[in-house]
Structure formats: C-alpha cells, structure tokens
DNA sequence: GTCTATACCGGGATAGAC
DNA sequence: GTCTATCCCGGTATAGAC
C-alpha cells in the first residue's frame, strides 16, 4: 500500500508475470510482449531483461503458472462436480472454458510452440502435473488403460478449447452469450462425449 | 508455363491471394503479413498495394475465398455421408477440421477481428451462405426453429475448431496422429453430440 | 536493479521514377 | 503496374551510467 509512486520496487519478477496475465486476457498471445509489460508497470523496457533472459522466458513462467492454476481451477471443479466419474470429468470442459476465457493462458500458451526449447524445470513439472491430473480424472471412468484415457482427454480438452476459441475471436458477439451459459454447454457437451 | 522469370505478371492480385493461403497453412496468422507475401512472389513489397489498400483488405479477400472454399468443402463432406440427417451433420466437424489443418484459415481467419470494420461484399456474401449452408444442415435434423439449430452449429464447429487447435498447435506431436484419424475422431464426437 | 540510450529488425504504408 | 527508396512504428535485446 505504500508504493503509490516509485512502484517499480518490491518483486519486479512477481509482477511481471502477473501483468503478463493481464495482458494474454485482453488481447492474447498476440498483444503479448515484454516491451508492453513493462511499459504497463512504468519501468522501462530493460528493466524485465533483469529478471528473465528473454521473452520467451518470461513466457515459460508464465506458462507454468498458468498450468499450476489451471490444474487447480480442474480439481476443483471437479470436486464440486461431486462423485460420479464422468460428471467429474465432464466438468473438466467447464472449468478449461472458463479459465481459458478468463485469463487468455490456454493450452496454446501453455505448450507453445516457442517454449519447446526452453529449459524451465518448474514449467515442466507443473505442465506435467496438469496431464497427472487430467489422466486421473480420465481413468477413473470406465476406462481401463492410459492408452484409452488419452483420447478422452483429447475430445474433452478439444470441446472445451474450441468453445473457448470462437468465444474469444468473438464468434457469440451477436447472441450474448454469457461465460456461464457457455461453460454450461461446454460441460454437457462433454458429458455426451463420455457417454 | 511460359513464365519461369519474370513471374510478376499476370494476375498479381490472384497470385497474392494464393499465396496468402500457403503462409496461413505454414505458419498461421502469426506469420502473414504483405512483406512475408510479396517477398514470396518475388516482388516489391508495395506492390500489393496497387492491388488491396491495405493489410486487412487483403486478408479480407483471403477470408472470402475460405469462406467459399470451406462451405464446399462442408457440402462434399455432407454429401459423402450419406442421407441421414444427423450424419451429414456430423460430417460438418471432420471436414471443418481437415480444411483448418490444411490452410490454416478456419473462423477465426473467416471472422478474424479485424475484417469487422473492412467492408468488402463478396466476403460478407460469402460468410453468408457458409452460415446459410450451416444452418440447412443443422435445420434438416430434428430441430425444428433456427433458434435451436443455432447452438448445434456451435457445439459442431467448437469441437472442429478445437481438434483443429490442439492439432496446429502440436499437442498431438508425440502421438503421431494422422489428419484423417483425427477428423475421424471429430466427426464421431459431433455424431454423439447430436444424440 | 533500474535507468537512458541505442542498435537492429521486420512489417505497414507512401512517394515518385519508369 | 511494378520498381526503388524511404519513413514510421513497435518489439527484442544490449551497453553503460547511476
């Protein structure tokens, strides 16, 4: 609170990325760049080449925290999905459209092409962790093999991404279509895929 | 045939149109641009501008054509699939998916942002009958108003454009997944989606 | 650890020659 | 109708002062 002026201090990383957040939720990945974080917190461009070597790095931090709050945003919704295994799983559509809407950090900024070649341990582990999670809720369907559950998860992620998509390249303009009524639709789709 | 050099004449405008396609399908809208176009065609980057004002204008064209292309595309596929309404339907997710992987100019090139304020016609027409067609598929399953064929359309083109996504954006890379197992996949998921 | 200043690059777009 | 030349802008990244 006393850091009206000379905000530029405290924990420049932490904030870097939260404004990255920021960002990829207005205009996405697009409008996404180090030079527009820093010009939003009012340090100059140099300033995040302290922090992060280069863009690409700040991205994979960003990337492993979204992936941290998406598996989060999962359990949860599955959690409160309640008991039956496929209404758990369904909800994983829900709660991918929601979040991804929210907050612009889906599956194309989580595995970006661009972050393939960054060496981000921490990245890697949260990125991983998602998949645990997702393959968790998968199998405890009927579904008995890993090889089994990786298809479902496909169709749930896609149904749940493709939702989100034309929502966000504003395809639902015209009928206003709230976040909620979508992720609705999205869940029931996927609950339809799971039969 | 008869112009190995001097390849810049002819029909410019055409050529940058196509050429406008094979940068979509490599690289998305991420790396279309004039320059990225003319310097592929071997001419001058302001040569386009004799032929489109600007960026957007171009795209617009492209958008047009895509849209043309798409809903032939979706017809065929409608057409191959036999008589049953929910399955010609169905059909409109596999082929929605096979046209994005191979030119990269689904809907949100076709409805891309920046095309709202460009007020080019043909484009406008051409969107227009790929939604009417849409419609005369969805219309012809058991849903009786437009106000329910609607959200069908959406749920088909949400699960299309996901797989699509997911595709492009190489999170089946280490499964290798082919282009038709895929729409195969899409397909059968609109199928269980329509009931 | 942040600043100013700078170099470099690519894309958008225009002017004027041919 | 295409060329060369040019300008502007914004993003990436580095050097060196403080």
Redesign the pocket.
Known sequence: MSRQRGY???D?RAALIATSFELLAEGGLR??????V??RL??????P???F????HLLSAVSGAAAEDLRAAIRAAADAAGADPADRLAAVAGAYFRYVVTTGAGFHVIFAAELHRVADEQRRARTRALMDTLFELATATAVPSYQQALPLIEAIIAVGHGYSSLFTDGFFARNTRTVEEIATRATEAARALIR
Chains 1, 2 share one sequence.
Do not use: E, I, M, N
Request: charged content about 25%.
């Open positions: 530029h201090h405290g420049l409008r996404f760049s180090v030079a527009a820093a010009r009012g340090v100059s461009s140099a300033a080449y302290r922090h070597p280069d863009r690409d």
